[in-house]
């Protein structure tokens, strides 16, 4: 039986240099919705524009992920359907382009859509894979978002100071594309930052942001997050007001903040980058912003 094309292009891109791809998925692993706002800063930040889309027909169980109705200013409704898109960026100051691919987590045809993912990261030359998630946890929203790096190339691990996974049991899309391109050879990072669950409904740009941030690191691209970062810290703040609000939940927050300390006092000096390091990042995001970095 022939495989279904699932993937469509508009156009090829050209010239990409030593790309990146970067992915997010809407679901289960997007809570607060900060992965996949942290994608959407990232595409809107590079100026990216999509190159290629996927058939939500042959991806989506619409009983799962619904469509969506809108209504024009004309008065007239129209559908919107879930879709995968693939958007690229050129970022000539920076030592790579950026690939991205955005959409909710499919409910079918993982394996042939990871191929054909693949196939097309083949063609462009990806060399880096970077898949971004959010997951609820017993975190402070004051306390610094606690993100968990993963890869399995000993030569990644090393560079960024990653943790290899230990992981077994049920997956999602993000571990069936992180197995296809381990197979072909292209090293693949999963991040994940952790939300707080008792604002699970609320849009998280905190951690979108600290997304963002370890993502330009991973690759080496910068944007201007200053948007962003105002968005993470008018979060901070109305999430605080609301639980002052509510002694049960302050006092809960406060438990979550002494652990959080306890835990950053305990890991402060092995993580705290080196005054060298600081110094090349900012060099980068200069020289990437056009401005003297002399």
Avoid at 26 to 45: C, K, Q, V, Y
Avoid at 65 to 88: D, H, I, M, N, Y
Avoid at 151 to 177: H, K
Wanted: with cysteine.
């Amino acid at each position: 039986m022939d495989q279904v094309q699932l993937l469509h292009w508009d156009h090829r891109p050209s010239k990409l240099r030593a790309p990146a791809l970067i992915c997010a998925f809407s679901g289960w692993n997007d809570a607060g919705e900060a992965a996949s706002a942290a994608l959407r800063f990232l595409a809107t930040a590079l100026g990216a524009e999509r190159f290629a889309w996927a058939d939500s027909e042959e991806l989506f169980d619409y009983q799962a992920t619904r469509p969506t109705v809108r209504l024009r200013k004309s008065g007239a409704r129209s559908v919107e359907w879930p879709q995968l898109e693939l958007l690229a960026a050129k970022v000539p100051r920076a030592p790579r382009d950026v690939l991205l691919l955005q959409g909710p987590e499919p409910s079918l045809r993982w394996r042939s859509l990871a191929d054909q993912l693949f196939e097309v990261a083949e063609a462009l030359g990806v060399q880096l894979v970077v898949s971004v998630g959010a997951l609820l946890a017993e975190v402070a929203h004051t306390r610094p978002v606690p993100l968990t790096a993963l890869a399995s190339d000993p030569a990644l691990i090393e560079r960024f100071g990653l943790r290899s996974s230990s992981y077994e049991g049920p997956t999602g899309i993000v571990g069936v594309l992180h197995s296809t391109f381990a197979r072909g050879g292209v090293p693949a990072v999963s991040l994940w930052a952790s939300v707080p669950h008792y604002v699970a409904a609320a849009p998280n740009p905190k951690a979108a942001l600290a997304l963002v941030r370890r993502t330009e690191a991973l690759i080496g691209v910068t944007v201007d997050a200053s948007a962003l970062e105002r968005a993470a810290a008018d979060y901070e703040r109305q999430v605080g007001l609301a639980v002052a609000a509510d002694s049960d939940v302050q006092a809960f927050v406060e438990r979550l903040e002494q652990n959080g300390s306890e835990e950053d006092e305990a890991l402060l000096w092995s993580e705290l980058p080196s005054g060298e390091l600081i110094a090349r990042e900012f060099q980068r995001f200069l020289r990437q912003r056009g401005t003297d970095g002399s």
